[in-house]
């Protein structure tokens, strides 16, 4: 089988999707824990989705520029609109440079009356408020003092001979000794140089060794850094980049010149606390290798002066307890006196570099590791300790023990500090970090999470496709291969530790005011398939209406609030959002493949992708060492885990190194009646019990393996189960009858993403057009039983007669998408198949007149816009002579009288043709509804009269065009207030409704 790990996590394009099981024990397996509602209730549901599946956002307070007013304001205005829950972050304005007016000082009395204020004003709107524990990021403050805050390892050197008796001080490390590459941390500049008397100095351990050792050379040497964790990265990082340097493995090679971990003697209980050590030198020439830790200086992140401080040590426990201690306190505190308290604590993205050591990093190790590190502190600076084999073994051992510490010290204890007070906890724990290095276990961070939460960004030029492609570097398009950086690894790291919801930060942007619902739908689509159920918009700045529109503003979007333009409109995008959040927490993802990442640090999931040897049509998860130990078994010949999800099989990574204890667990599952595929291991990863282990691992797999040699044997028996090499997993999963769980047909260059959800009442398939072009195509679901319906998320239009043909024991459903559409196709279980409709699905629609000749139309005074004008056709504002309407954001009306010859037995629609940027029809005074995505168009059938109609659109546009125009007129005639600079000749957007207008039967 030619399954290459590194091709695996590097990527092709996407195509991934789901799994029906393949029995009905298995099926009651995967929906084990769910609740059994009834389809009617879940269509019921669907049309009017609970509160607890609407949107969130990020609810920022900058500089405490906020007044009970606007507090009130925002809170209704998000229970109206749709919202269901804010997460509060206080912080300093200032991002990119952007000034920012000075409020009321952070824990100031008057800074609690508005928070008590609004946790009074949520409570009686029903609102959840969490609340990110810290101001601006990630985690720290004033009282993290240098020996709690995050830690660099450095060593010195000095060479002795012997025999002696030496008495003197060892020389301290250099301030920065091995961090002469680093690039990223926030504000690095500011601490990287300092003296080590600033830096807070401490000693680990002191060790001497023989002077004839050899340092790695040749190709290992490249990767040194990655693997001593020296290593800085950009956020933009591919995963596979950031793995890739640690799973090259370091070979013996004969001019290795090694010294035998027992040859290293351990002198740290012979030197003072001055550095003075004194020591009987054995014969022979030695080399004293000094090893200590200094703070790494790092603070936070836009951080109110009276909250700013170190970051907390991510490896230890005690940051993340004073951080409760005098954050999380006084917040549950304030909330109680007004009967309310968070509903959880965050602790926002990583972006603190790459901290890579802590205090009581030895007896860590020893924890995780069973073995003391001290004999083989040499290596972090090159020196091969028993072979260069065994070197590179401690190396993944004491990563690996860094991302256990960052799990258990800092994200579980912050878990277990919340649920004591009754509050749960989210976190953005598995990046895209800052540096993208950082020594950690993405999916076990975020799997001590109540809320396990990603994030996705819009490129600089989103709405151009050409930047979104696969080709595009992250910078462009903010995507990898074309897909979001961390929300698959969210989305396993849900699946596989029993969490309901996986969460994102949503449509992030360095862009200002150019945005709109319409615009945000293809990448919310993208990031929902990706396994995203739960959004929080960012951003949502708090303000004081007497601060004017669109107000003082973060330097980073989307901006999403009640100041915007089009936020009167919004009701029809939150509907959207709670539909498909509802559908997409409804019963368990459903894949095929369990794909195990191994058990190396940094660890991390690439971005969703196709597998070559997988195929498109078939979905995954990724698990990890502790996932895969602790909660997966077999049951009814499948891998399994405790909350219900279920895999065809498992696969394995494409290393020739793995864990005893993962090799047992691989046999017990195989024995039990799993299939399993993948390369055999050769030894340990660790050191622990070495050689013993080594040899442990060679006696099983000849157990599990057999006589497989991937060429002539390819699968050996053993157990009730199987183990397989030597044939793709799409080869293993056909022959199992196991036929791709969606595909689809159409033209060249059309793409169809999907995800898939099973319920105890029905099979729930997502299906999103990926382009912003229309398209028709033949989709084919592993469905074989049950009649499929069309669920319309944005119109909310459920259709139960739907034309299907049952294919080879699967359900096609000829399907017409629009630019960026998306449909969901629901299989209810109640019933079995019934007799398909004869009618297209999609009837063929014609145009049955267009809305020519003149448009009268009403733009809003109070911005600078005409009582009314006259259109004589429909044109672009931003194009027009008259500056009143080419510099006008906001709501315009248009008004017009048309005849219709006659009422139609079949439905009748308008169609907008191009809006910009959102509309809201009114035909004959009876209100239609809201306008905002592809396809354009809305069913006047109800409101429609023979003879002569009145129709009435209101069409808004965004804020670009009239900042642009107030930027050349002086501070005193401007409409608008802000703290964002525009500049009076940058491009004007596109505005209005640009049509055609035509009446579609």
Aim: proline share 5%; aromatic share 10%; net charge neutral.
């Amino acid at each position: 089988m030619n399954i290459n790990r590194r091709k695996f996590l590097e990527v092709s394009a996407i195509g991934a999707t789901g799994a029906t099981l393949l029995n009905s024990k298995a099926v009651s397996a995967a929906i084990q824990g769910v609740a059994v509602i009834g389809v009617n209730d879940l269509r019921k549901n669907f049309l009017t989705p609970p509160d607890d599946t609407k949107s969130s956002c990020y609810w920022w307070w900058f500089n405490g520029l906020v007044d009970k007013e606007g507090i009130t304001r925002d809170l209704e205005e998000y229970r109206t609109k749709g919202m269901g829950e804010v997460l509060l972050v206080n912080s300093a304005g200032g991002l990119g440079g952007v000034p920012y007016p000075q409020g009321f000082k952070l824990f100031s009395e008057e800074w609690k009356e508005l928070y008590r204020h609004a946790m009074k004003e949520a409570k009686r709107l029903s609102i959840g408020v969490g609340v990110n524990l810290c101001s601006g990021w990630c985690m720290g403050g004033p009282w993290i003092k240098p020996e709690n805050s995050g830690r660099w390892y450095l060593q010195s050197e000095m060479t002795v001979n012997g025999p002696q008796k030496f008495s003197g001080k060892l020389p301290l490390p250099g301030n920065r000794a091995g961090y002469d590459n680093v690039f990223n941390p926030p504000g690095f500049k500011e601490y990287i140089d300092l003296p080590l008397e600033k830096l807070d100095y401490r000693d680990t351990a002191i060790v001497a060794i023989p002077d004839n050792v050899r340092k790695i050379n040749g190709e290992r040497a490249a990767v040194l850094a990655a693997k001593t964790n020296h290593k800085d990265a950009s956020n933009f990082t591919l995963a596979t980049d950031v793995m890739g340097p640690v799973l090259y493995q370091w070979h013996n090679e004969p001019q290795d010149k090694v010294v035998a971990a027992e040859q290293v003697i351990d002198l740290t209980n012979k030197i003072d606390k001055d550095g003075q050590l004194d020591w009987e030198v054995p014969a022979g020439k030695w080399k004293i290798i000094r090893t200590g830790h200094r703070m790494t200086g790092s603070r936070l992140m836009i951080a109110q002066p009276e909250a700013d401080g170190l970051s907390v040590d991510w490896f230890d426990h005690r940051g993340v307890e004073l951080q409760f201690e005098n954050w999380g306190r006084m917040l549950i505190d304030e909330a109680a006196k007004v009967g309310n308290k968070p509903k959880y604590f965050c602790d926002d993205s990583f972006e603190d570099g790459f901290p890579n050591w802590t205090e009581r990093i030895i007896p860590q190790f020893k924890k995780y590791r069973g073995y003391d590190p001290t004999p083989y502190l040499p290596v972090l600076s090159g020196y091969i300790i028993g072979s260069a084999d065994i070197a590179d073994r401690f190396l993944n051992d004491y990563r690996k023990t860094l991302g256990d510490c960052m799990a258990d010290e800092h994200y579980k204890r912050f878990a277990e500090l919340c649920h004591k007070e009754g509050l749960l906890v989210q976190n953005e724990s598995a990046g895209p970090s800052r540096s993208a290095t950082i020594c950690m276990d993405g999916l076990k961070n975020l799997g001590r999470s109540d809320f396990p939460m990603s994030e996705f960004w819009l490129g600089p030029n989103h709405q151009d496709e050409s930047t979104l492609t696969d080709d595009k570097p992250y910078g462009t398009s903010r995507l990898d291969k074309g897909q979001n950086k961390v929300t698959k690894m969210a989305a396993s790291a849900a699946h596989i530790y029993g969490k309901e919801t996986v969460s994102a930060e949503a449509f992030t942007t360095m862009r200002h005011w150019v945005d709109y619902p319409g615009s945000l739908k293809q990448a919310l689509d993208r990031a929902y398939c990706e396994g995203i159920n739960r959004i929080a918009i960012h951003t949502s700045t708090a303000s004081r209406p007497r601060d004017g529109k669109p107000g003082y503003e973060y330097g980073a979007g989307t901006h999403f609030n009640p100041n915007v333009t089009w936020w009167e409109k919004t009701n029809a995008f939150f509907d959207y959002v709670a539909r498909c959040q509802y559908l997409l927490r409804s019963g368990r993802f459903v894949a095929d493949v369990l794909f195990y990442n191994g058990d190396v640090a940094p660890n991390l999931v690439a971005q969703k992708h196709t597998d070559p040897s997988l195929g498109k049509g078939y979905d995954y998860d990724v698990c990890n060492e502790e996932v895969l130990l602790t909660r997966v078994s077999t049951k009814y010949g499948r891998i399994v885990l405790p909350d219900g999800m279920s895999y065809a099989m498992l696969v394995l990574p494409d290393t020739t190194r793995m864990p005893v204890k993962v090799l047992h667990k691989i046999s017990e599952l195989i024995k039990a009646g799993a299939t399993v595929i993948g390369p055999k291991p050769l030894q340990d990863s660790g050191l622990k019990n070495f050689p013993h282990c080594d040899e442990e691992i060679k006696a099983l797999t000849k157990q599990v393996w057999g006589n497989i040699d991937g060429k002539r044997i390819k699968q050996n028996h053993y157990g009730n189960g199987r183990m397989i090499f030597g044939d793709t997993i799409r080869q293993v999963l056909l022959s199992a009858n196991i036929q791709p769980d969606f595909e689809y047909t159409g033209n060249e260059g059309d793409w169809l993403d999907f995800i898939h959800r099973s319920t105890p009442e029905a099979e729930i398939y997502f299906v999103i057009n990926r382009h912003g072009k229309p398209c028709t195509s033949t989709c084919t679901f592993r469905v074989s039983k049950h009649v499929p319906e069309l669920w319309d998320a944005v119109t909310a239009k459920v259709t139960r007669n739907v034309n299907y043909k049952v294919v080879n024991g699967r359900i096609a459903v000829t399907m017409q998408f629009d630019a960026f559409q998306s449909f969901f196709v629901v299989f209810p279980k109640a019933n079995g198949l019934t007799p398909s409709s004869n009618q297209p699905n999609f009837p063929e629609l014609k145009v049955a007149k267009e809305l020519t000749g003149t448009w009268h139309v009403a733009f809003d005074t109070k911005w600078g816009g005409p009582e009314s004008v006259a259109f004589d056709t429909l044109q672009d504002w931003s194009k027009n002579s008259d500056e009143r309407i080419k510099y006008f954001s906001g709501k315009a009306i248009y008004h017009k009288k048309f005849e219709f010859a006659g009422a139609s037995r079949q439905p009748v629609y308008l169609d907008l043709g191009v809006v910009k940027n959102i509309a809201d029809v009114t035909l004959n005074g009876k209100h239609l509804g809201i306008v905002w995505t592809a396809p354009w168009r809305i069913d006047i059938s109800q409101a429609l009269k023979k003879g002569e109609n009145v129709l009435e659109i209101e069409v808004i546009n965004v804020w670009n065009n009239r900042l642009v125009g107030d930027a050349g007129l002086p501070a005193d005639k401007r409409l608008t207030n802000t703290n964002i600079v525009y500049k009076p000749n940058a491009p004007l957007t596109a505005s209005g409704l640009l049509g055609p207008v035509t009446i579609l039967v």
